[in-house]
């Protein structure tokens, strides 16, 4: 199969989420003898485009209107270059910008599409793809009937490709401006100065729930045992609806899904809409007061104690250390 995959990128540097679609990409192109480029969008994006080479070729489209990511025109950008390279499967990071983007690619192309895929299966039949539904609550295992296939992938999913002994080639692809018109115009990005890392990038997310009472507790606690962990922060629902957490920090079905390494839960219950979100972490930490919290089901390491008491005291040894 020839699968293209979308590279997500700041016009600086690539997304993480993006090496995890990668990955998908290369165990797809491998299982059925086929290739993968990335793809490329931007104004000026040979920086991007050096950096994504060293981990497979590149397909570079760099245009004025490509400088705002809007989503009429760079889903017409991915459309051209499928058609022109018979592209038998377009890949992109479940992120906010591939959900803008990639439906209406396919639409474009007349494809088919699948999102948020955690599992891949190459079979006789052809492709078969896993995506959670209902917040996770069950798992639909779906076949892409048109061509080509489109599927946005859950980077907590698949590991992070890995560079190459040597980069690989960057091909720039001219476009024409009016294949790239786009019926929106872009206006002002507002955008928040953050020290953290994304929580959907960070190895270690430190979130906290209903029992932070205040803006300055979730900064004191949460924000400070992420920071000494070298962490991002996060959050439950329940902060964010009383004001006390930005929205961007929400974990969970209507939130943020993340997966790192290690996910440390102060003071949230475990709802099933939160577990939804961060469930396929490698390690889970609760700390709770109430023995009986759902949270403690999930959890690999489990303190029940109050979280005033306890995250200062853990503050203050790994400082030490
Ligand atoms: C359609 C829908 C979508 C939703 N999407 C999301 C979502 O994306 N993310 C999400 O998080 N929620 C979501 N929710 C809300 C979800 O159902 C829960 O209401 C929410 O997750 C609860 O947040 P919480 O655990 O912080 O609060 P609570 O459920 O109130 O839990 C607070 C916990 O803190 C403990 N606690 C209290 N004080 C202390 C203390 N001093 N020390 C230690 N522990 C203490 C309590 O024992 C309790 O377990 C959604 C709900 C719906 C209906």
Redesign the pocket.
């Given at each position: 199969m020839k699968v293209l995959v979308i590279a997500e990128h700041d016009g600086k540097s690539l997304r993480a989420a993006s090496l995890s679609c990668l990955t998908f990409a290369q165990q797809v192109a491998q299982a059925t003898e086929g290739t993968v480029s990335w793809l490329v969008l931007g104004s000026q994006a040979t920086g991007v485009a050096a950096e994504a080479a060293k981990f497979a070729p590149v397909l570079l489209v760099e245009s004025s209107r490509l400088a705002r990511p809007m989503a009429d025109s760079c889903a017409a950008a991915i459309a051209n270059v499928a058609k022109n390279h018979n592209v038998n499967l377009i890949a992109a990071a479940s992120t906010s910008f591939s959900k803008d983007v990639l439906p209406r690619a396919a639409a474009l192309l007349g494809g088919a599409m699948a999102s948020d895929i955690v599992r891949h299966e190459v079979t006789a039949e052809g492709l078969l793809f896993d995506s959670p539904q209902y917040?996770g609550a069950v798992t639909a295992t779906v076949q892409l009937l048109g061509s080509p296939q489109v599927v946005s992938v859950r980077s907590s999913a698949y590991p992070a490709a890995t560079p190459a002994a040597a980069p690989f080639g960057i091909e720039a692809i001219a476009m024409e401006d009016a294949t790239l018109a786009s019926r929106c115009e872009f206006v002002e990005l507002k955008t928040k100065q953050n020290s953290r890392p994304d929580v959907t990038e960070a190895r270690i997310v430190v979130s906290?729930?209903?029992?932070?009472r205040n803006s300055a507790d979730f900064e004191g606690l949460v924000g400070k045992l992420a920071d000494v962990m070298g962490g991002a922060a996060g959050?439950?629902?329940?902060?964010?609806?009383a004001g006390i957490a930005p929205n961007e920090l929400?974990?969970?079905?209507?939130?943020?899904i993340v997966a790192p390494e290690l996910y440390v839960?102060?003071?949230?219950?475990?709802?099933?809409?939160?577990l939804?979100?961060m469930k396929n972490s490698r390690t889970i930490v609760a700390?709770?007061?109430?023995p009986d919290?759902?949270?403690f089901d999930v959890a690999d390491l489990g303190l029940v104690?109050?979280?005033?008491?306890?995250v200062p005291q853990l503050i203050e040894r790994l400082q030490s250390r």
């Open positions: 917040a906290g729930g209903r029992a932070l959050s439950s629902r329940a902060l964010v609806d929400q974990v969970g079905q209507t939130g943020k839960a102060l003071g949230i219950s475990g709802a099933v809409q939160h939804a979100g700390i709770n007061s109430d919290a759902p949270i104690g109050d979280v005033y008491e306890v």
